[in-house]
């Protein structure tokens, strides 16, 4: 059973930083071979892909987050990360990190992370 779990979440003031995690466990196949997105649901709205990273290592952001976050990987470590910078209360939301389509694990997802921003 393919595990995505995350970390890193938190409350945060405006204008603060988090990392957030996400490692794979439970016999994922290579994971190096997975594209892998975050994405968030703030209450009362659908959830959006906040980020993505591909096998290659190349990224793309949503708008409302370009420049202030960070995707990376560490497939030596199962883990890819979401380093979000300048944070705005309008970033409060649960993340999640997942598999993307069109790749060997695609529709595992994490349980989810909170962060939380206030003005």
């Known amino acids: 059973q393919v595990q995505l779990v995350e970390s890193g979440g938190g409350v945060v003031q405006a204008g603060g930083s988090l990392r957030l995690s996400c490692t794979a466990s439970?016999?994922?196949?290579?994971?190096?071979?997975?594209?892998m997105g975050w994405y968030r649901q703030a209450p009362g709205k659908e959830r959006m892909q906040v980020a993505g990273?591909?096998?290659?290592?190349?990224?793309n952001y949503a708008d409302a987050v370009k420049g202030r976050f960070t995707i990376s990987r560490d497939n030596a470590k199962n883990t890819v990360y979401l380093q979000m910078n300048n944070l705005k209360p309008e970033d409060t939301a649960v993340y999640y990190c997942?598999?993307?389509?069109?790749?060997?694990?695609?529709?595992?997802w994490g349980q989810g992370t909170q962060v939380t921003v206030s003005s």
């Open positions: 990273i591909t096998s290659s290592g190349r990224t």
């Open positions: 997942a598999v993307l389509p069109e790749t060997p694990n695609f529709g595992t």
């Open positions: 439970g016999g994922i196949a290579s994971f190096a071979a997975n594209a």
